[in-house]
Nanobody, 121 residues
Framework: QVQLVESGGGLVQAGGSLRLSCVATGTIFSIGTVAWYRQAPGKQRETVALMESGDRTTYVDSVKRRFTISRDNAKNTVNLQMNSLKPEDTAVYYC???????????????WGQGTQVTVSS
């Protein structure tokens, strides 16, 4: 069984920084595409940043040059460094990892529990 545990959210003033982490534990053979999503009150969940298994990254326009997604395959960890935070970044952030638990099986998507990020003006 695979579990994802997120950490690093909190309250920060506009212009500040936060670093989110997502650690996967359990039976893991390989991790493919990883991503961070967010959902603000009354809005749909959106993809903030995505990193493919070959380390190609994609960001939503609103966070480009401010957020950086990274991964540490040895530690089964995905991070999201968030700089120059704005009040509109306020949301619950979720990590998503595509994990293959055993060789020869299809991967499945796993989600973190969500962590609140609040940016005050």
């Amino acid at each position: 069984q695979v579990q994802l545990v997120e950490s690093g959210g909190g309250l920060v003033q506009a212009g500040g920084s936060l670093r989110l982490s997502c650690v996967a534990t359990g039976t893991i053979f390989s991790i493919g595409t990883v991503a961070w999503y967010r959902q603000a009150p009354g809005k749909q969940r959106e993809t903030v940043a995505l990193m493919e298994s070959g380390d190609r990254t994609t960001y939503v326009d609103s966070v480009k040059r401010r957020f950086t997604i990274s991964r540490d395959n040895a530690k089964n960890t995905v991070n999201l460094q968030m700089n120059s935070l704005k009040p509109e970044d306020t949301a619950v952030y979720y990590c998503n990892l595509r994990i293959r638990t055993r060789i020869g099986t299809s991967p499945n998507d796993y989600w973190g529990q969500g962590t609140q990020v609040t940016v005050s003006s």
